[in-house]
């Protein structure tokens, strides 16, 4: 049983993040109340200064936990933080950052009270988790124009379940996106490509895509392919797939200024390009130097950029990666005139430190400035609303401008596409990437943190770049981010121009790679069962533990073990030079360990906490009583890993069923219950 209750406040902005229309309740906040009240903060001369205060308050037990906010920085309890809506381009995701690419305004508080809470807010807030107060929520959005739904049922899952009903179905990819991926920054051509795909089949370590960074295209114009790289697109492609790779380009939001340019052209003459105050086309600039943004909060810009992806696909494109929709803006150009006149003012011939540091500031301020989000219009349903009001739905208009495009183009046929900016509602189009991490440990540890918090939000399709994007990896760090990654719906090894070479085969454990991804595929029957039926259930995929044994203390403190499905549970290793690890089992379970899909041992452990030991080129899971796991031998693409025998792996004590999902991987017809067969023990 759930309930779930609207309170709206103001005039809300149509987001189009729920699918289901409520009716308002009239009156309070639900769990919360309104503050309004005036603050004196004195500062370090003792002046008193009064500051406006307004904003939701709940008030927490010592005890309570906050669960939710998808993709961001900190635990997967979120209590004692201050975290803000506010999608933003920062490749260096640091626990004392607030924001990161997508705004994912829903939480759950469990504890005295448990309920569930989603503000539908495109704007900038502010969610403070008990950091100016460590017993208080405090929510201030930045003007009092919102929805709030409040969510109550008997568990916490419960209540998840209700939130993503209300938000309609998740997102589901084509199958060969469950296979691996290779992508890097800097791939230039067919050479080089070819030699990555070589490079993965000579030395027989499966994978299924590469992906297309901004060099492929002409002058990183969107749509654009750079034909001295790529003689023949089509014929490229097509070669690629008889080798079983689907290559899938990136399409950045900002359109090149240029003359001549067909989509530059189109859009200005058909109006599709966000306008200035003036009414103007606005001017950012990102990689193609000067652009326009399309407008993709008005449905017919919206229409318009989706049906350009038909270009790619008409040369035999099947899936697409969409950055830097943020939007990220390295700087306008009205901005940068008054930036250059300032740097002016103070150039002089002996610059003292302040100065320099004030020279700085003006160039590291130059990019994604909230000037330049101020600046900016759209025009919704005909409404003209300026960008900062609507700032975090750009990401999810983008995606769905591509989701809306696939649906008419392709009808019968699912297309890949994820996204680096979100906010809820995208989760129904398209799946997420959790954006520019660096090669450090403790991104290995933030991408399983995030995993369950994105489920909570309905993103199940998604993935850290594994190896880390920013930095130079090393060889164990990537073997320990790849054991992690073969759990991970998304699972792509991406890198960034300048670093060192992060391909499987660049290092010198091939033989440990390849078993390792070789169990990836090997898993494939239950982890793809257990995605699509997450999917078409409205489940999480990923579950922390306080979740499924809420009475059990122990599980509710863990932060760094997940359940994916039904069956198992994960504990990958995430620091250096470590042996193994320590792993709380909240009840028996079965540990397989395993070196390939042919070197698998196993072994029943009583509840309690273990030191497992885990060597580099190991996976351990755990199955839960009475639970199955099929799995098959692993192949060298999706496709070859079909027709091999399913074997199960089972903690059972007499007998059990285990619902496997099977489907041509292409095909949008869910529903047919003839792919769900019972397997049994
Ligand atoms: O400003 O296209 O997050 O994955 O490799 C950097 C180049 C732009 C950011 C993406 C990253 C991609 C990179 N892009």
């Not at 950091?131 to 929510?139: A, K, N």
Request: proline share 4%.
């Amino acid at each position: 049983m759930s309930r779930i209750q609207r309170f709206s406040i103001g005039n809300p902005i149509n987001t189009e993040a729920v699918v289901q229309n409520l009716p308002k309740e009239k009156g309070d906040f639900g769990y919360f109340t309104r503050i309004q009240d005036v603050e004196l903060k004195s500062d370090e001369n003792s002046q008193e200064t009064m500051i406006q205060k307004d904003y939701l308050l709940y008030r927490m037990d010592e005890k309570d936990r906050i669960y939710g906010l998808g993709e961001n920085v900190r635990g997967i309890n979120k209590r004692g933080w201050i975290y803000e809506s506010n999608c933003t381009d920062d490749p260096y995701h640091m626990e004392t950052k607030h924001s990161l690419y997508g705004a994912h305004n829903f939480f759950v508080v469990s504890g005295k009270e448990t309920f569930g809470a989603f503000l539908d807010y495109p704007g900038k807030l502010v969610l403070d988790m008990g950091y100016e107060r460590m017993d208080e929520i405090r929510i201030t959005p930045e003007d009092w124009n919102l929805d709030l739904y409040i969510i109550e049922a008997d568990s916490i899952l419960e209540i998840v379940k209700a939130f993503r009903q209300l938000i309609g179905r998740s997102y589901i990819p084509p199958k060969w996106a469950f296979g691996f991926g290779q992508s890097r920054w800097g791939y230039q051509n067919e050479g080089d490509i070819r030699a990555v795909v070589k490079g993965y089949r000579d030395n027989g370590i499966p994978l299924d895509s590469v992906y297309l960074d901004i060099d492929y295209m002409e002058g990183f114009k969107d749509f654009t392919v750079n034909e001295e790289r790529f003689p023949d697109f089509p014929k490229f492609v097509e070669e690629m797939k008889q080798e079983h790779i689907h290559l899938v380009p990136i399409i950045d939001a900002g359109v090149k200024i240029e003359e001549g340019y067909e989509v530059y052209e189109e859009g200005v003459k058909q109006g599709h390009f966000c306008k200035d105050q003036a009414g103007k086309e606005f001017v950012g600039a990102v990689w193609p130097g000067k652009v326009h943004f399309p407008d993709v909060l008005d449905k017919k810009a919206r229409k318009w950029f989706g049906g350009k992806y038909k270009v790619l696909m008409d040369q035999g494109i099947e899936g697409f990666w969409n950055d830097m929709n943020e939007p990220a803006i390295f700087y306008s150009q009205k901005n940068l005139e008054k930036v250059m006149k300032e740097i002016k003012s103070i150039k002089n011939d002996n610059m003292d430190m302040w100065d320099v540091f004030a020279f700085k500031d003006l160039v590291n301020g130059l990019a994604n400035n909230p000037e330049d989000y101020k600046s900016f219009y759209h025009n919704m349903d005909g409404t003209r609303i300026c960008h900062d009001k609507v700032h975090n739905l750009y990401g999810f208009g983008m995606t769905r401008a591509a989701g809306e495009a696939f649906e008419e183009l392709e009808p019968e046929k699912r297309i890949l596409i994820f996204s680096r900016s979100s906010y809820i509602g995208m989760h129904r189009y398209g799946g997420i990437w959790m954006g520019d991490n660096q090669s450090w440990w403790q991104h290995l540890l933030l991408n399983l943190k995030m995993l369950p918090s994105l489920n909570m939000c309905g993103f199940l399709y998604t993935g850290a770049d594994l190896g880390g994007f920013g930095g130079d990896v090393t060889e164990d760090l990537l073997l320990r981010w790849t054991a992690l990654g073969i759990f991970t719906p998304l699972m792509r090894n991406h890198s960034a121009l300048g670093t060192r070479e992060q391909e499987c085969y660049q290092f010198t454990r091939i033989e440990t790679f390849r078993r390792l991804i070789g169990i990836r595929y090997g898993l494939m029957p239950y982890l793809y069962s257990e995605y699509m039926k997450a999917a078409l259930r409205d489940e999480m995929l990923f579950v922390p533990l306080a979740f499924a044994y809420p009475d059990d203390e122990h599980a509710k403190a863990v932060e760094d073990q997940l359940l994916l499905g039904e069956s198992i549970m994960i504990a990958p290793v995430y620091t250096q030079n470590a042996l193994g690890r320590y792993v709380y089992l909240p009840e028996p379970m079965k540990l397989v360990r395993l070196k390939s899909m042919d070197q698998i041992e196993t072994e029943v452990l009583g509840q309690g906490h273990y030191y497992i030991e885990i060597a580099l080129d190991e996976v351990v899971f755990f199955i839960r009583p009475e639970k199955i796991v099929p799995y098959t031998q692993p192949g060298q693409y999706m496709g070859d890993c079909q027709e091999k025998e399913l074997k199960l792996l089972d903690f059972v004590s007499k007998t059990a069923e285990y619902e496997l999902y099977q489907d041509d991987g292409y095909g949008k017809d869910y529903g047919n219950s003839s792919h769900i067969t019972k397997v049994c023990v």
